[in-house]
């Protein structure tokens, strides 16, 4: 199975903070890879497809990059909607696999 | 308006049978991808497996953990989605949640508000 390590686990930050989120893939998976945003008691959304693909209505503050094995997703000027729980996926082989999450809190 | 619904979560005793629904609405269910992802109290996100549309052999996909004990069916006549779930552990308590899928190049974009099982006894 494909390994997705997922880094921070958590992360404090403030209002208009820029924050970086990584995900380290076990063996290549090209750009399929996803990121998504959890709030308590809710669904995960769909931030970020194909590595780097912004999905329709996410606003632009929020972007996606991959090096080899290493995806980054970026939140420029953290807003207070932001605060959330975020996951990496990888969707290039089966099992699919999320990373372990990461928790972003008001410092 | 595009929209996912589960149904059928609850209390079951380790080693029972439950069955989960879906029904979608408001976008061409058969054309999809669906998948069921589940969420352990306090936990992360696991990937449980996928039916895909029937373009594709084979139709379904599992996680190891679920393996010879769910069963992922679609009717796209009704556009619904079902998981049969047999030989329940108590590692198997998560709310299970629907989603729809393009593809794999494009995630998991529409996701249903999910359903409890709780296996205890």
């Known amino acids: 199975d494909i390994q997705v390590t997922q880094s921070p686990s958590f992360l404090s930050a403030s209002v208009g903070d820029t924050v970086t989120i990584t995900c380290r893939a076990s063996?290549?998976?090209?750009?399929?890879l996803a990121w998504y945003q959890q709030k308590p008691g809710n669904a995960p959304k769909l931030l970020i497809y194909?590595?780097?693909a912004l999905q329709s209505g996410v606003p632009s503050r929020f972007s996606g990059s991959a090096s080899g094995t290493e995806f980054t997703l970026t939140i420029s000027s953290l807003q207070p909607e932001d605060f959330a729980t975020y996951y990496c996926?990888?969707?290039?082989?089966?099992?699919?696999?999320f990373g372990g999450g990461t928790k972003v809190e008001v410092k | 308006d595009v929209q996912l619904v589960e149904s059928g979560g609850s209390l079951v005793q380790p080693g029972g049978s439950l069955r989960l629904s879906c029904v979608g609405s408001?976008?061409?269910?058969?054309?999809?991808?669906m998948e069921w992802v589940r969420q352990g109290p306090g936990k992360g996100l696991e990937w449980v497996g996928r039916?895909?549309?029937?373009?594709?052999?084979?139709?379904?996909e599992y996680a190891a953990s679920v393996k010879g004990r769910f069963t992922i069916s679609r009717d796209d006549s009704k556009n619904s989605l079902y998981l049969q779930m047999t030989s329940l552990k108590t590692d198997d308590t998560a709310v299970y949640f629907c989603?729809?899928?393009?593809?794999?190049?494009?995630?998991?974009?529409?996701w249903g508000q999910g359903t409890l099982v709780t296996v205890s006894s």
């Open positions: 063996q290549g998976i090209y750009t399929y």
């Open positions: 408001g976008f061409m269910f058969s054309d999809y991808y």
């Open positions: 194909a590595a780097s």
């Open positions: 996926q990888q969707l290039n082989t089966y099992p699919l696999t």
């Open positions: 039916s895909k549309n029937k373009r594709y052999s084979p139709p379904t």
């Open positions: 989603a729809r899928s393009r593809g794999s190049y494009y995630g998991f974009d529409i």
